[in-house]
């Protein structure tokens, strides 16, 4: 009986030993004899302990946030730079058996691909265009990284830090294009007050009338002021042209 029992004992702990329960985020990548064999889960598996080897990966999105990075912008201003990446694993084989250390390896090509694509952008590139350069980083990481089975969904700059000479530079440089827009739109301003003068102007001069209603308006609009102490004499217009005569008579 015993010789039965002993033999039985081995094979159930043998095969509690085989067990293995990969979540729905998980999957294993197994080894025979150190070839790869394949990738099994999620669920419930069997790995035999000794010829068998499971590596689990993670297939969730991984948050990888890249240090801050010296970055020469190219004139020739030096800036901090960190950035955040989403990465994931589409391929579980590749991403074991292509690289060592698949996490480590993305995030030293992040770093890498940080530093080399802000290097070709000036500095007014990197604060107005960030969308853009966010692109760029995620498509450069995306292809490399794919022959890891690695997907770069993806790339966030964080924080581009300047030092104090630099903003200072740059708040003077925003104060001189406030002022130069402020005069510019003073000068419309300017040009089209002339304009809607010289068309008032030769339409009254087609009509001498008008001028006489303009003159009456003013008068009642300075009369209508509160407090106004002034008194108003209304003399014909033509009176001018008698004194104008007079004036050539004498002569």
């Known amino acids: 009986m015993i010789a039965y029992l002993v033999p039985l004992a081995l094979v159930l702990g043998?095969?509690?030993m085989s067990i293995r329960i990969l979540p729905e985020y998980e999957r294993g990548v197994i080894f025979f004899l150190g070839r790869f064999q394949g990738v099994k889960g999620p669920g419930l598996i069997i790995v035999i302990?000794?010829?068998q080897q499971m590596v689990r990966v993670d297939l969730r999105i991984i948050t990888l946030d890249v240090?801050?990075?010296d970055v020469i912008s190219q004139d020739n201003v030096t800036v901090r730079v960190n950035a955040v990446l989403y990465f994931r694993v589409m391929e579980p084989a590749k991403a074991i058996i292509q690289v060592?250390?698949?996490?480590?390896?993305t995030s030293q090509l992040a770093q890498t691909t940080l530093r080399s694509v802000l290097g070709k952008h000036d500095l007014d590139e990197m604060l107005s265009e960030r969308d853009k350069l966010n692109q760029d980083i995620q498509e450069i990481l995306d292809k490399q990284t794919d022959s890891w089975g690695i997907k770069v969904t993806n790339v966030e700059i964080k924080h581009v830090d300047l030092n104090e000479s630099m903003i200072r530079a740059i708040a003077r440089q925003a104060e001189a294009e406030r002022e130069r827009r402020?005069?510019?739109?003073?000068?419309e301003g300017e040009l089209q007050?002339?304009?809607k003068l010289s068309e008032a102007a030769e339409i009254i001069g087609r009509q001498p009338a008008a001028l006489q209603l303009r003159y009456l308006q003013t008068m009642s609009d300075m009369s209508t002021k509160t407090g106004s102490s002034t008194v108003f004499f209304p003399l014909p217009m033509e009176l001018g042209d008698i004194?104008?005569?007079l004036q050539k008579g004498a002569k």
Not at 100 to 105: K, L, W
Not at 182 to 187: F, M
């Open 193 to 195: 007050a002339a304009e």
């Open 67 to 69: 240090p801050s990075q």
């Open 182 to 187: 402020a005069k510019v739109i003073h000068a």
């Open 49 to 51: 302990p000794g010829i």
């Open 243 to 245: 004194f104008k005569a």
């Open 100 to 105: 060592e250390d698949y996490y480590a390896a």
């Open 14 to 16: 043998l095969l509690v």
